[in-house]
């Protein structure tokens, strides 16, 4: 599967990632030769199988619904970079 | 005298007769990393004040008349994806060079509820995403037995520190092989849990469906004993399944005669070192000769583990990782003008190249359009590789297979080449992808660096690994040769 330059940009974008033209050369080639890597799945006829997204036979797992000890605020706030009244402090949203 | 050296059951046996104290053997512990620390680069913290008060609190409690538990006073290394409440937890990542988590990870509770000594924090690959410590964010973690070559990864530092003597166990995190593959580099015990079989909470999420914590020790014994005190069910991890857990030191010096060994060809006849396929294969013949019994198997889809997995884990990786955006903890970028370029500034300073790689990767194979051709499809591919798995079970007890292709390569040699590096995973994929136990243990040198061999088990057949390994290990005296940073000698230092 060929990569272009393009899908990298694109892909960048979507991950929230500001890359140099630099890094998009590289990953451009990287992700194709690893892309071409795993097109070797493609050998194999999957038509009746189910996909498996978790090893362990568990299904819902439960617990009563009780009131329990959580983080206090000033422990969940104490590795914030930025901060103020107790609330997480982000840049300007909206415009 | 120097009690750094001590496996965990040795130190506890003097700890119990009152011939060491746990802040005497502490100190030898930080007296060592002193000394050869500046060769190794294993630690990314060292908690000694930490350490040593709390050794002192255990010597009192035992002074005290409380009868000490076999990690009492026992001085350890956590490998820094483990969350550990109040200090320092990196991943080795730029992005968390400043956490200190506000919790502890359920693993390093259990430690420390059992006397554990905490010591210190090893380095990794940034986010456990490699297999060599050349992508930790901060340094570059050396072989004990080559300071020139690699300890492997992603558990490269947890490794490094025991194969040195800097700790007398540590715990590693696995997702591919970053606790068998490091292990196998090092020439120490490294062991895979069944996934479900240790708590992930606490543990900083990489691919969720394959991460699981396990013990990096000196010997199957020490091994066993770490086994014993993380094992079992936690709430808190809704992946974590409540089966009993025995005890797994009931499976150390046991016989094997009558065990069925699994010997997959597909697993001798990829690309493997020649000398790696020699010693290996010589370890599979003596295990033969100690009475178990070999069985030829074929697993065809083996091949197939390695590209499937490198879909899957960048998928997953790239969603878990979606949190790092700088605002509630972690790295920040400062002066971005609105919240998008915070983001993106914060995430690219913060990540290194084969975090950005991984992130790239899964996000693609994730996005609109490919999401079938690319995860469902290595969804799917998991699947026939898992009944690969249950097929062979059905004629053996363990298979037993290299850990890696080669031994430990030299810092720099597969760096630029991410599909290289990602080729040392070929024989411990297939086994995360199954989701089922494996150790790796020594089983011979080639060039004078170790060469490890994996054995893996049925699900939540724990018990039966350490009994081969063991058997194994007691056969080769492996144990009792130690690594002397550029020469080595048998016998011990």
Known sequence: MEITKGNVEHVAELARLEITEHEKDIFTEQLSNILDYVEMLNELDTKEVSPTSHVVPLVNVFREDEIKEVLKKDEALKNAPEKEDGYFKVPRVIE | ?493
């Open chain 2, 1 to 493: 005298m120097k009690y750094f050296g001590l496996k965990v059951h040795e130190a506890h046996k003097l700890i119990k007769d009152r011939e060491i104290s746990s802040e005497q053997l502490t100190k030898s512990i930080m007296d060592r990393i002193e000394d050869v620390e500046g060769i190794v680069h294993g630690y990314v913290t060292v908690t000694k004040e930490y350490a040593l008060k709390k050794a002192r609190e255990m010597d009192k409690k035992i002074a005290e008349g409380e009868e000490p538990g076999p990690l009492s006073g026992i001085p350890c290394a956590i490998k820094d994806n483990i969350c550990t409440k109040d200090i320092l937890t990196t991943c080795s990542s730029k992005i968390l060079k400043n956490f200190k988590p506000p919790y502890s990870a359920t693993v390093y509770q259990k430690l420390e509820e059992q006397g554990c000594i905490m010591i210190g924090k090893t380095n990794m690959d940034e986010f456990a995403m490699g297999s060599s410590t050349e992508n930790s964010g901060f340094f570059t973690t050396r072989n004990p037995w080559d300071p020139a070559r690699v300890p492997g990864g992603s558990s490269g530092g947890s490794s490094a520190v025991v194969a040195a003597d800097e700790a007398l166990f540590a715990l590693g995190s696995d997702t591919g092989g970053s606790i068998r593959q490091p292990a196998s580099f090092c020439g120490v015990v490294g062991f895979k849990p069944t996934y479900g079989r240790v708590s992930r909470y606490g543990l900083i999420a990489f691919a969720s469906s394959l991460d699981q914590i396990g013990p990096i020790t000196k010997d199957v014994r020490d091994c066993a004993l770490i086994l014993n005190a993380i094992c079992g069910h936690d709430p808190m991890d809704s992946t974590s399944v409540p089966a009993d857990v025995p005890d797994f030191t009931r499976f150390v010096d046991k016989d094997i005669k009558g065990i069925k060994l699994g010997v997959p060809k597909e697993y001798y006849t990829m690309q493997i070192d020649d000398s790696v396929k020699k010693e290996t294969g010589e370890a599979v013949t003596n295990l033969a000769n100690m009475g178990a019994e070999k069985v030829e198997l074929e697993m065809p889809y083996t091949a197939y583990a390695l590209p499937a997995y490198y879909l899957i884990n960048p998928a997953e990786a790239s969603s878990n990782l979606a949190r790092y955006d700088g605002i509630r903890y972690g790295f920040t970028y400062e002066d971005a003008e609105n919240l998008l370029e915070a983001y993106k500034k914060t995430r690219s300073s913060g990540f290194g190249p084969e975090v950005k790689r991984r992130i790239m990767l899964g996000t693609y194979a994730l996005s609109s359009g490919y999401y079938e051709d690319y995860y469902l499809k290595a969804q799917k591919v998991r699947s026939l590789i898992a009944r690969d798995f249950d097929q062979a079970f059905k004629n053996c007890d363990v298979i037993v297979t290299p850990t890696a292709p080669t031994v430990s390569f030299r810092t720099g040699e597969k760096i630029d080449d991410p599909l290289m590096m990602y080729l040392n995973d070929i024989f411990t994929v297939p086994v995360s992808m199954a989701g089922l136990p494996a150790v790796s243990i020594p089983c011979g040198f080639v060039n004078g660096l170790p060469v490890g061999l994996q054995i893996i088990g049925k699900p939540f057949d724990e018990g039966t690994i350490i009994k081969v390994a063991s058997a194994f290990e007691r056969m080769l005296a492996l144990d009792k040769v130690k690594p002397l940073f550029g020469s080595y000698v048998r016998g011990g230092a």
